[in-house]
């Protein structure tokens, strides 16, 4: 009955109702009979609310301590997950497991890749070889080219957990890999002729590069998108000099900017990789006991342009009681000295070279030789997963070179913060190691991958973009690191 209801009904004639002195009382009043059903309604409310703690409690007790008794008039999470959640939500399995990337590995002529080995070991007099196949790649501080071409022909059974997939057919590539061994084909002729002495090297770095390009220019997917959907590994400083600016729109695998212009590289387009280090891992325990060196530097006390700042560290740290600052190039004998060195000294100095960034610091972190880097400049890799202020320390140059400034600092840090430095290099060196499982070769295909994105923005925004002015950079930049400021211990 509503409320307007029973407002006409208590406005009706009581003539047949019995008259008493207790009518007044009895009668039918509106706000009782509200208040009443209030009270009826709060008390099914409290009813149904038991009730329903009850079946979830029921249900709780019966999924969790004893799943295999399940009422089948209840249903389990296990029912619930399997036929409700996928027609609710409607998960892509790309969103549980993302497909690799596909990569196609360009084929290239045998002169760009084992030719240039061949090249290499002639001009140290080795033989011509019957199978360039079976030529053992040099070892030096750039054999990542050559990592990620082994990688790549494996069988795909032996590349479990990779980022990247290969494939046999370019047309389903997302991405293709240039196997030019750049850095390699610098150094074949290391001791080249004077100009004008009329001799000529027999083998010319310039001259593949610029063959590369012939090559690169004839083929079909390079020229579907101007070479955006590429990567080219060039991680000596100086290696494709000649033919950057034609290749600039791959992605480049490089150890740093140093020597690339603002419209050739970026942090956006490129992947900073680590140098192949040159030293011996360190396998001992983590401690300082066997740590008797403070400060331990060996390299080239001569360097050019950045790297000006090692002779100035020189003159300041020659003379420090527990400081081994000695000048050395790559030699056995020089390796042999910088692991006895790395392996037993606290710290190792990490000035800037030619360039930012060195292979002495990628030789640090494999001895958890703690490396206090001074170079203002430096661009570092996998800096997405690698927190280096947890593994090493950063000193602006003019700081680093005050009198006493460095050492002093040093000597301040405590045992127990070295070992912590100490552990969080165990836990990352696997990072900078081209030769182990989920190392540098795995880390650098995973950076690559993530650049699929801004490479189909790339490729589609030049589809539609008119002529642009050859005066502005025509790379979309995060500008590598030129503002000079350094974190601090």
Request: hydrophobic fraction near 40%.
């Amino acid at each position: 009955m509503s409320t307007t209801e029973l407002l006409r009904f208590s406005k009706k004639p009581k003539a047949s109702l019995p008259s008493s002195p207790d009518d007044h009382r009895h009668s039918l009043n509106p706000t009782r009979f509200l208040s009443m059903a209030r009270n009826k309604s709060s008390l099914i409310k409290q009813t149904l609310a038991a009730i329903v703690f009850v079946i979830v409690l029921y249900a709780f007790l019966n999924t969790f301590l004893s799943p295999a008794a399940v009422s089948p008039a209840l249903p389990s999470f296990s029912t619930i997950s399997d036929a409700v959640v996928p027609d609710l939500i409607a998960l892509p399995s790309s969103a549980v497991a993302p497909a690799a990337v596909k990569v196609y590995l360009h084929d290239l002529p045998t002169r760009f890749t084992y030719g240039i080995i061949e090249q290499h070991s002639l001009a140290r007099g080795g033989r011509p070889a019957d199978d360039v196949s079976s030529l053992k790649y040099p070892g030096h501080q750039h054999m990542g080219e050559w990592y990620l071409f082994k990688d790549l022909l494996k069988p795909e059974s032996d590349r479990v957990g990779s980022p990247v997939a290969r494939v046999l057919d370019p047309d389903e590539a997302d991405l293709f890999y240039v196997p030019f061994f750049s850095s390699l084909s610098l150094i074949v002729n290391t001791n080249r002729q004077a100009a004008g002495s009329g001799e000529r090297p027999g083998y010319s770095d310039e001259e593949n590069q610029e063959a590369l390009v012939e090559w690169l220019e004839a083929q079909e997917y390079w020229k579907r998108n101007n070479g955006r959907d590429h990567v080219i590994m060039a991680s000596d400083p100086n290696a494709l000099y000649k033919i950057l600016d034609l290749v600039k729109n791959a992605v480049l695998l490089v150890c740093d900017f140093g020597r690339l212009k603002p419209d050739q590289g970026s942090l956006v387009k490129d992947v900073i990789v680590p140098y192949s280090h040159r030293i011996n891992t360190y396998t001992g325990d983590i401690s300082v006991e066997n740590r008797n060196t403070l400060l331990f530097f060996m390299g080239n006390r001569f360097r050019k342009e950045g790297g000006k700042i090692r002779n100035l560290l020189f003159q300041l740290l020659e003379n420090e009681e527990d400081v081994i600052v000695k000048h050395g190039t790559q030699s056995r004998e020089s390796r042999r000295a910088a692991t006895h060195g790395m392996h037993t000294s606290k710290f190792c100095l990490n000035p800037a070279g030619d360039t930012p960034s060195a292979c002495r610091l990628f030789d640090s972190i494999v001895s958890l030789c703690v490396p206090v880097i001074i170079s203002d400049s430096i661009e570092l890799p996998f800096e997405d997963v690698v927190d280096y202020r947890k593994i090493a320390i950063f000193v602006e140059s003019n700081t680093a070179l005050r009198p006493g400034f460095l050492v002093s600092m040093l000597r301040e840090i405590t045992s127990e913060r070295i070992l912590e430095y100490q552990k969080e290099l165990n836990e990352v060196k696997h990072y900078f190691q081209y030769g182990v499982p989920n190392g540098s070769v795995n880390e650098i295909w995973r950076q690559v991958a993530q650049k699929l994105p801004f490479i189909k923005l790339s490729i589609n925004r030049d589809k539609r973009l008119v002529k642009r002015d050859l005066k502005v950079p025509d790379c979309s930049c995060v500008c590598s690191n030129q503002t000079g400021i350094i974190t601090s211990l």
